[in-house]
């Protein structure tokens, strides 16, 4: 499974959502591949799921991968909520 | 010593190795596996050679861009000269940079373990960006300088820098943010301060940016590669229809170089090509960085209790979302207006880098509305442009122009132009 958590520059925010995805993961045990990328690389990068927020959101539509929209980036509840809702964990 | 000198040579001569070393300790540390061991390390390494390729990219628009607003103003003024530039630079001292951006970050750690400043700076690709610019500084004005003694001086110096920035802007981001779980670990911080000072003096903060309705249509500005392609398009084409207008002999030059093709088809492709080499080095930095961040995080998080991590200034966005068009348009207009008057006073070409512009106007932004609503986001931005164009010109023609010029010119940005004047004192004190 490959995680992509997006953000309009790919360098800070976005690798702090990866971040958390993975201690989210690694708390449920799950493995997956989790990558951090910009908003334009990410369109061409094939996965199963997106994490991004709402606005960045409408930019990825059509994108093979299910696309999970995150409000707060460091909120580790949310992040969690969102995964275990879309059956990820 | 024939050891101590292959080590030196090779592992703190060759950054990449170095930085490799760096990543495979702190992941080795947190006790991680072979396979995450194996692509930390390797992802770090290449990452780090890539931003080589990107930099001669980006330069190589530059070097078509400055001409050309030059011969747009009618400039007479110095041209960059001769300097090192990214490449060599990074050869020659980018052992000592990342070492020192490793060293750096124990020294914050360790200040945040034993004094009140409890903030763990975690945005590394701005790490990187402002060590090597403050050693660009630091080897432009006392010349060559000795490994050991450079790393003392930027660890330190970034060691604090990284402790006391987020603790500067704390005030603020508790009153943006609602609480005081994170900080703001960014060199936007100088003009994020200015606008929420601005923002009290002039603004009025019951006329809060978010009761405002921004268009659908906007939503693209959240993509840094379409705005710096979009923006250096604009300047490439208006600059090429300046050139075509004027006929002089100098425009009839640059024009020449176009060879066969259109000339207006060759500006734009040079524009978009230096949104490309951008999008290289970020590429690069996301691949270091990525693996770098998380192998110190898991070591900062284990030695220092109730830590505030200081992370990238995108975490304030979300808070003020109009703010942050507001403070990048206001940037934007200030930096089309320093282009002109810079060019006009001083025969400076200033070089609008978007990235700084729309992220460092985006936090004045935020700032700006937290004290002073619509007009102090304005205004936060304004001055975001004024700093980042007149700094801009002042650390590459009196600070950096002997080495990294070329990397001042789109990756320095608003700490680093206050602080620049600052860092240039300290380095006559001690080398």
């Not at chain 1, 334009?40 to 059509?62: F, K």
């Not at chain 2, 060599?88 to 034993?114: C, D, E, H, P």
């Not at chain 2, 060691?159 to 960014?186: C, E, S």
């Not at chain 2, 809060?208 to 392609?229: C, Q």
Request: proline share 3%.
């Amino acid at each position: 499974m490959k995680i992509l958590a997006v953000c309009g520059l790919g360098q800070g925010t976005s690798l702090i959502l990866r971040m958390n995805i993975e201690e989210v993961l690694n708390e449920a045990g799950v493995d997956a591949e989790v990558e951090h990328v910009d908003v334009s690389a990410a369109s061409g990068v094939e996965a199963d799921y997106i994490l991004t927020s709402n606005e960045l959101a409408q930019s990825l539509q059509g994108h093979q991968a299910k696309i999970l929209v995150v409000n707060n980036y460091f909120d580790i509840e949310e992040i969690k909520r969102v995964l275990s809702q879309n059956r990820v964990i | 010593m024939d050891i101590v000198r292959w080590i030196a040579t090779n592992v703190f001569g060759e950054p990449a190795i170095l930085l490799g070393f760096i990543v495979f300790l702190g992941l080795l540390l947190q006790k991680k596996s072979i396979s995450q061991l194996m692509s930390g390390t390797f992802k770090a390494i290449i990452g780090f050679l890539i931003i080589g390729a990107g930099a001669s990219i980006i330069v190589n628009a530059l070097l078509i861009f400055e001409p050309m607003w030059k011969e747009v103003f009618n400039l007479e003024g110095p041209s960059l000269g001769e300097f090192m530039g990214q490449e060599a630079f990074s050869a020659k001292y980018g052992g000592a940079v990342t070492l020192a951006m490793a060293i750096g970050f124990l020294i914050n750690v360790f200040l945040a373990r034993f004094t009140k400043l409890k903030y763990i700076y975690l945005t590394g690709h701005m790490m990187f960006w402002t060590t090597i610019i403050f050693a660009g500084i630091v080897v432009h004005t006392v010349g060559d300088v000795p490994f050991i003694r450079l790393v003392i001086f930027l660890s330190v110096i970034m060691g604090i820098y990284w402790t006391v920035q987020p603790a500067l802007t704390q005030p603020f981001m508790r009153k943006i943010i609602g609480n005081d779980n994170i900080a703001l670990g960014h060199t936007s911080a100088s003009v994020a301060l200015l606008g929420a000072l601005l923002g009290k003096l002039f603004g009025n903060k019951e006329n809060d940016s978010e009761k405002l309705k921004v268009p659908k249509g906007l939503e693209f500005l959240r993509d840094s590669n379409v705005i710096t392609a979009l923006t250096m398009g604009i300047l490439f084409m208006v600059g090429a229809f300046i050139l075509a207008g004027k006929g002089t002999p100098g425009a009839q030059e640059l024009m020449a170089e176009a060879g066969d093709q259109s000339f207006f088809v060759y500006a734009f492709i040079q524009a978009v090509k230096f949104a490309a080499g951008i999008s290289v080095v970020l590429m690069g930095v996301r691949m270091f960085v990525g693996e770098l961040v998380p192998a110190f995080k898991g070591i900062a998080t284990k030695l220092v209790p109730g830590a505030k991590p200081a992370l990238d200034v995108p975490v304030i966005y979300p808070y003020a979302p109009n703010a942050v068009i507001l403070g990048f348009l206001g940037a934007f207009i200030g930096a089309l207006l320093w282009l002109v008057v810079i060019g006009k006073t001083v025969a400076y070409v200033f070089v609008p880098t978007m990235i700084v512009l729309f992220f460092h106007g985006a936090a004045a932004g935020v700032f700006g509305n937290a004290t002073g609503g619509v007009r102090g986001a304005l205004l936060g931005g304004f001055m975001t442009a004024t700093v980042v164009a007149w700094g801009q010109f002042v650390m590459v023609r009196m600070l950096i122009g002997d080495t990294i010029p070329d990397t001042a010119m789109w990756a320095a940005d608003s700490d680093m132009f206050i602080l620049g004047p600052v860092i240039r004192f300290l380095a006559q004190l001690f080398f």
